[in-house]
């Protein structure tokens, strides 16, 4: 018995477009080869430069920000940098300065005497002796105090000058007529000044990822402040 053909379309099986294809096959994922190890004197060194960098930081903030702020008040001496002078007239032991033998000449006393009359500041930066008159200059931060002593009466005249606040921290600034051991203050910032710049540049090294950007840009800080010096001085 012969089926009709449309029958035995009709029964034939359908294709099945859901039917799972093969996967694709996946793309080796290539991995990094693992950083090497860094050798032990890498890492004590790394170690080092961030302990100096980031305790000397904390050591010298306060003298580093003295420093960075009196920086600006040197620069503007018209903020608020007001002289104040005065004149006073007195009369000492005129056996203290009149002697023929220059070298028999009480300095002492006439210091003593000045500093405790007077209340003088800093120290004694000059002691002069002519043949008519002595004259006695002190010295300290914003402060500066001249007297000029006539030897054959004893009598004198005193000029005393303060310069406040901001010429005092003005003169810690640059180490004028501050001491010893201001000075040696100065000296221990501008140490800790150059271990922790240096500490610094050593740790940037360490840094893969920010290394390159960060020496850049110290180049172009370094050819900055060049350029800046050469227009100054030229």
């Given at each position: 018995?012969?089926?009709?053909?449309?029958?035995?379309?009709?029964?034939?099986?359908?294709?099945?477009?859901?039917?799972?294809?093969?996967?694709?096959?996946?793309?080796?994922?290539?991995?990094?080869?693992?950083?090497?190890?860094?050798?032990?004197?890498?890492?004590?060194?790394?170690?080092?430069?961030?302990?100096?960098?980031?305790?000397?930081?904390?050591?010298?903030?306060?003298?580093?920000?003295?420093?960075?702020?009196?920086?600006?008040?040197?620069?503007?001496?018209?903020?608020?940098?007001?002289?104040?002078?005065?004149?006073?007239?007195?009369?000492?032991?005129?056996?203290?300065?009149?002697?023929?033998?220059?070298?028999?000449?009480?300095?002492?006393?006439?210091?003593?005497?000045?500093?405790?009359?007077?209340?003088?500041?800093?120290?004694?930066?000059?002691?002069?002796?002519?043949?008519?008159?002595?004259?006695?200059?002190?010295?300290?931060?914003?402060?500066?105090?001249?007297?000029?002593?006539?030897?054959?009466?004893?009598?004198?005249?005193?000029?005393?000058?303060?310069?406040?606040?901001?010429?005092?921290?003005?003169?810690?600034?640059?180490?004028?007529?501050?001491g010893s051991a201001w000075s040696?203050?100065?000296?221990?910032?501008?140490?800790?000044?150059?271990?922790?710049?240096?500490?610094?540049?050593?740790?940037?090294?360490?840094?893969?990822?920010?290394?390159?950007?960060?020496?850049?840009?110290?180049?172009l800080g370094l050819i900055i402040?060049?350029?800046?010096?050469?227009?100054?001085?030229?």
């Amino acid at each position: 018995m012969h089926q009709h053909p449309l029958t035995t379309e009709r029964n034939l099986p359908e294709n099945n477009n859901n039917e799972a294809k093969p996967a694709a096959p996946k793309k080796a994922v290539q991995r990094k080869p693992p950083n090497k190890p860094m050798s032990p004197w890498k890492r004590r060194l790394s170690t080092l430069s961030r302990w100096l960098h980031i305790y000397l930081s904390m050591i010298s903030f306060v003298i580093l920000l003295f420093f960075a702020v009196t920086g600006l008040t040197l620069n503007h001496p018209e903020w608020g940098n007001k002289v104040n002078t005065t004149q006073q007239k007195g009369k000492l032991n005129v056996q203290w300065v009149n002697n023929e033998d220059t070298s028999r000449i009480a300095k002492l006393e006439v210091v003593e005497f000045l500093r405790k009359t007077h209340h003088i500041k800093g120290a004694m930066n000059e002691f002069r002796i002519d043949d008519m008159q002595c004259s006695v200059s002190f010295k300290g931060p914003g402060y500066a105090s001249d007297i000029f002593i006539t030897r054959e009466t004893g009598e004198y005249e005193l000029s005393e000058t303060r310069t406040g606040f901001i010429g005092i921290i003005n003169d810690l600034h640059k180490g004028r007529d501050s001491g010893s051991a201001w000075s040696a203050v100065i000296d221990f910032s501008a140490i800790l000044m150059t271990i922790v710049s240096l500490s610094g540049l050593v740790l940037m090294c360490f840094l893969k990822k920010k290394r390159t950007a960060g020496l850049a840009i110290a180049v172009l800080g370094l050819i900055i402040s060049l350029f800046f010096y050469f227009v100054a001085t030229a």
